[in-house]
Nanobody
Framework: QVQLDESGGGLVQAGGSLRLSCLLS????????LGWFRQPPGKEREFVAA????????YYADSVNGRFTISRDNAKSTVYLQMNSLKPEDTAVYYC??????????????????WGKGTLVTVSS
């Protein structure tokens, strides 16, 4: 059974930075593509970023491209989301996700197989 545990959320002022972490347990970490999604208050969940199982390829939503960076440390079974230049519209619950099947990034952006419980990021203006 795959388990994903996010951490690192909190309150930050606009223009600030946060780094989210997600630990995957229960299965070999390197076998999974990984992603981050978010759900703003009152809105549907949306794709943020994804990284291939090898870490060689990444993919971002237009809204975060150039400000957020996804990375993974296979030795620590952890995926990260470095968020810089945060804006109030980045306020959301952020979810870590994992997928064991090799797919295109456009398909990963539609959803993945396994999900964490989420961590709240609040950006004040």
């Amino acid at each position: 059974q795959v388990q994903l545990d996010e951490s690192g959320g909190g309150l930050v002022q606009a223009g600030g930075s946060l780094r989210l972490s997600c630990l995957l347990s229960g299965r070999p970490f390197s076998s999974y593509a990984l992603g981050w999604f978010r759900q703003p208050p009152g809105k549907e969940r949306e794709f943020v970023a994804a990284i291939s199982w090898s870490g060689d390829s990444t993919y971002y939503a237009d809204s975060v491209n150039g400000r957020f960076t996804i990375s993974r440390d296979n030795a620590k079974s952890t995926v990260y989301l470095q968020m810089n230049s945060l804006k109030p519209e980045d306020t959301a619950v952020y979810y870590c996700a994992a997928d064991p099947v090799v797919r295109s990034f456009s398909l990963y952006a539609q959803g993945m197989d396994y999900w964490g419980k989420g961590t709240l990021v609040t950006v004040s203006s």
